[in-house]
């Protein structure tokens, strides 16, 4: 699809009327002014005739010069108008559209770049593990038995989502130790003061309150140990509900199994983040600090990252420094696990220099340039960039803006659908 160009003769036009309607209305004023001018002495009768057909002679010609001035008005007007469908035709002929069924058979994917000013040539292997600060091990600190399952292994749940019934002898006696705690201390509350004395109502207290730790312990509601207490029906067992919401991994609960107390079940992780571990050698660890960012490489997807640890300490074997940095994954598309690249900052303070994309974003223009799709208006067009660098599957790119929406997987199919349409991003 070529651009059709804005036709020049409207434009002119346009021009050309605007113009002329200034330049009429100062003569016919000036012609209205030197001619009508008010009479101040009396007139002779011929005079009078000879007045009035100045006087109609002049309304004549303003009354002319006001229906050209309202054609020429419309003719710019129209023109103006064609102008702007015209070059708003052209804007959406040059867009490739696509659908939400034709993006997903094409595999394109987008991301919005940000300036950056990575050292391609600065790099060092990774790993992908949980964030400890998302991630819940169940473990139970009891003796116990797994009585039924509710999740299976990869499963998302959510928080309060029930994933096992467990009960045994040991919780069965927790809960029966806290159901009469709890009558106790229910019936001391009750009491007016002087009753009995008060280390003895304290002691009650206290230990209906140690009751329900223990409860809590092996991962009790505060929910299922308030109906425990109304329900003593209830006592020998009890689903064990997710504290948060997250993935179930390391599931090795079987039913039937009596497992000891503090035994991890499985363990939930929230993969919205990740953690980064990195080996840098002593020269790269000088070069970060805490807080600096970095840029992630796992396969052909990129993410950026930020340090939030450093070992300190230089591992004997390999004579590297542990780095860890913390990264978004808000489409639980990376997993811990994976082995990765860590991308460092070319220099401390550094201006941004340009955008890191992966190679698979560039594509040739029909002139040999290099040049990557960008999402706007509902469609895709071609925009020329320049490659400064290209290491180990990505490239340093110049020629955008910050916070471009960017095709960073499928742009192969963009250009040739580009191709296959003739579009040429010159005649933009």
Not at 125 to 130: E, F, I, R, S
Not at 351 to 374: C, N
């Amino acid at each position: 699809m070529k651009i059709k160009s804005v036709p020049a003769l409207p434009l002119l036009a346009a021009l050309n009327a605007n113009a002329m309607l200034s330049h009429l209305v100062n003569h016919f004023v000036s012609h209205a002014q030197f001619n009508v001018a008010p009479c101040t002495q009396p007139l002779s009768p011929p005079s009078i005739r000879q007045y009035d057909r100045t006087n109609s002679s002049v309304s004549r010609a303003l009354l002319f010069s006001a229906a050209l001035l309202l054609s020429l008005f419309a003719l710019s007007s129209s023109a103006v108008q064609a102008s702007s469908e015209s070059t708003e035709a052209a804007h959406q002929e040059s867009l490739l559209t696509l659908n939400a069924e034709q993006r997903q058979l094409a595999g394109v994917e987008v991301a919005q770049l940000s300036a950056t000013a990575f050292n391609l040539q600065a790099v060092a292997t990774a790993q992908l593990v949980v964030d400890k600060d998302k991630t819940i091990t169940i473990a139970p600190q009891l003796d116990m038995q797994v009585l039924k399952r509710h999740v299976v292994p990869g499963q998302q749940v959510q928080k309060g989502q029930p994933l096992l019934t467990i009960g045994g002898a040991d919780i069965a006696a927790a809960q029966a130790d806290y159901v009469n705690a709890a009558t106790e201390w229910d019936r001391i509350k009750r009491m007016s003061q002087g009753t009995i004395s008060a280390s003895q109502r304290m002691q009650t207290e206290v230990n209906a309150e140690l009751k329900r730790a223990i409860l809590q312990s092996v991962m009790m509601s505060t929910k299922q140990i308030a109906e425990l207490a109304t329900s003593p029906s209830s006592i020998g067992q009890f689903q064990l509900l997710a504290p948060i919401n997250g993935r179930v991994q390391q599931d090795i609960a079987t039913v039937g199994q009596v497992l000891t107390a503090g035994t991890p079940l499985m363990q939930l992780t929230d993969e919205s983040y990740l953690w980064v571990e990195a080996e840098l050698t002593p020269l790269q660890a000088d070069q970060v600090n805490m807080g600096t960012d970095v840029l992630v490489r796992v396969g052909s997807r990129t993410r950026e990252g930020v340090i939030i640890g450093r070992s300190h300490e230089i591992n004997s074997q390999t004579r590297t420094e542990q780095v860890l940095v913390r990264m978004a994954n808000p489409g639980h598309d990376l997993h811990a696990g994976e082995f990765a690249e860590l991308y460092l900052a070319a220099n401390q303070g550094a201006e941004p220099l340009g955008f890191i994309v992966p190679d698979a974003a560039l594509t040739r223009g029909g002139d040999g340039d290099w040049q990557v799709f960008i999402e706007q208006d509902g469609g895709f067009s071609a925009v020329e960039v320049s490659v400064v660098e290209r290491q180990r599957g990505l490239s340093f790119i110049r020629g955008l803006v910050p916070q471009t929406r960017v095709v960073v997987s499928g742009a192969f199919f963009l250009a040739s659908e580009q191709a296959k349409s003739g579009f040429d991003i010159h005649n933009h």
